[in-house]
């Protein structure tokens, strides 16, 4: 029984902090060690990024981005008309359904909706 009052004391004793009579001015000059440098950090970060930027731009610019980006999204258009044609036929077979074509987009609205919910439960049992 002494064993537990004892425990109890020394936890007290441990929970209150001491007081010391420079607190204060401890306090302070380690908010001002914090301080200090904050300035010069700030300059230096943006000093980097703003070389950083350059230099990116620079290798976009060097590499003929803008180029390929066309190159690119002209072989990409192409490929899409190539697949919207071919899909075409399929999807005018819709129209041919009892109910029409409608009736196929509110059902794939409705189990992407069914999916949300499912994806919202998921994620509030985690």
């Known amino acids: 029984m002494a064993e537990i009052e004892f425990e ?17 001015a401890f306090a302070v000059s380690v908010e001002r060690k914090l301080d200090r440098g904050w300035t010069l950090r700030r300059w230096l970060i943006g000093a980097a990024g703003l070389v950083g930027g350059l230099v990116g731009a620079s290798q976009l610019i060097l590499s003929n981005f803008v180029g390929q980006v066309e190159a690119a999204s002209a072989g990409s258009t192409r490929m899409l008309r190539e697949g919207v044609a071919e899909w075409a036929p399929r999807v005018e077979l819709l129209s041919a359904l009892p109910a029409g074509g409608s009736m196929v987009w509110l059902a794939s609205g409705l189990a992407v909706l069914a999916m949300g919910f499912v994806l919202t439960r998921v994620i509030e049992e985690f």
Do not use: I, T
Not at 8 to 24: N, V
């Open 8 to 24: 109890r004391r020394l936890e007290r004793l441990f929970g209150e902090a001491p007081a010391f009579s420079d607190e204060k």
